[in-house]
């Protein structure tokens, strides 16, 4: 099984941005150009790590480990949902937007929440090193 770290491999994706970004420019953009590859891509390349691990076919170690490869055990009546889920979650969307496209085009929504719970996107959120903590959830009082 390959097992890598989200973070670590985060360094080289920055690195291969801001030397192609300075390679552009002419001149090293320095540190700012890192802090921007954060905020346009640290979200996506996240999510797309987390699909990975989901998938089995890679174990990142900051993500659940009983999620590993949760994709190959589960929903295998509901393939064509799951995918069309998966991709609206890749490209950044929310579990509400999820709902709501499955609302506006009459898709049955129990098996949609189902996904969506097993998926549990909102506990898959890691604070890039330049972020602070992950924020934690309101609770009601």
């Known amino acids: 099984m390959v097992m890598k770290s989200v973070h670590r491999e985060c360094i080289e994706e920055e690195n291969k941005y801001k030397w192609l970004e300075s390679e552009k420019a002419g001149y090293d953009l320095g540190e700012g150009c890192v802090y921007r590859w954060v905020k346009d891509h640290w979200t996506g390349y ?23 490869g949760l994709l190959t055990r589960a929903f295998h009546n509901h393939a064509e949902l799951l995918d069309t889920i998966l991709n609206q979650l890749k490209t950044g969307a929310e579990n509400l937007d999820v709902i ?19 998926l549990d996107v909102n506990s898959q959120r890691l604070s890039h090193r330049f972020e602070g903590p992950p924020r934690s959830s309101i609770s009601a009082a």
């Open 46 to 68: 996240l999510r797309a790590r987390w699909v990975e691990h989901l998938q089995g076919k890679c174990f990142w170690i900051e993500l659940s480990g009983h999620d590993f």
């Open 100 to 118: 709501s496209w499955a609302i506006a085009n009459n898709i049955p929504i129990g098996p949609v929440y189902e996904i969506l719970e097993a």
